[in-house]
């Protein structure tokens, strides 16, 4: 199963919105409504933003958000802070037998 | 609160097995699916398996068929994912999580460092 595609790297200053995609097929990210995003800060375990394509956890802020069309999805952060800045992992439902990809990462840099 | 706590850094040699354990605490074990996934060193993260720890079922990765076990103690709440025939490729950082069916992860364990090196 390959990896989902994601841009290596965005940056963005404090305050703006950055979006961060995520590429698949019509065998995950297109056929299934189960995409979900991670924020991972150096050293530390992955912490789950979005989930569901869409939904956010409870306390995670309000500008995150997730969307999708056809086989892409995507994350956009709204009000840069510079806390934000870390690696973004998709993740997409791939049906049983095939179990479930995540994407290459794409780093965050905030200005 | 929820808790995941994984055993401690392995050292291995290409060739052995690792035993990694997950112990939860703060929910009901048996709700919950749970997935492993790994990081290499400066490299993403990668889907390993995951475990219906109600039943005992498991689906793994096209990767890691053959090689890797995920088993579950219901009465300490401890779930265990087992490598085997290890190459240093498998040098990387094991997380237990807790999540649906679909992938999403809730809460994770703090990772556990596999090392393997001649």
């Known amino acids: 199963q390959s990896a989902l595609t994601q841009p290596r790297s965005v940056s963005g200053s404090p305050g703006q919105s950055v979006t961060i995609s995520c590429t698949g097929t019509s065998s995950d990210v297109g056929y299934y409504n189960y995409v979900s995003w991670y924020q991972l800060h150096p050293g530390k375990a992955p912490k789950l933003m979005i989930y569901d394509v869409s939904k956010r956890p409870s306390g995670v802020p309000d500008r995150f958000s997730g969307s999708k069309s056809d086989n892409t999805a995507s994350l956009t952060i709204s009000g840069l802070q510079a806390e934000d800045e870390a690696d973004y992992y998709c993740c997409s439902y791939a049906g049983t037998y095939t179990s479930r990809v995540f994407g290459g990462g794409t780093k965050l840099t905030v200005l | 609160q929820v808790q995941l706590v994984q055993s401690g850094a392995e050292v291995k040699k290409p060739g052995a097995s690792v035993k990694v354990s997950c112990k939860a605490s703060?929910?009901?074990?048996?709700?919950?699916?749970m997935p492993w996934v790994r990081q290499a060193p400066g490299q993403g993260l990668e889907w390993m398996g995951i475990i219906n720890p109600s039943t005992g079922s498991t689906s793994y990765a096209q990767k890691f068929q053959g090689r890797v076990t995920m088993t579950r103690d219901t009465s300490t709440s401890t779930v265990y994912m087992e490598l085997s025939s290890l190459r240093s490729e498998d040098t990387a950082v094991y997380y237990c999580?807790?999540?649906?069916?679909?992938?999403?992860?809730?809460?994770w364990g703090q990772g556990t460092l596999v090392t393997v090196s001649s």
């Open positions: 703060g929910y009901t074990f048996t709700n919950y699916y």
């Open positions: 999580a807790r999540g649906s069916f679909y992938g999403d992860a809730d809460y």
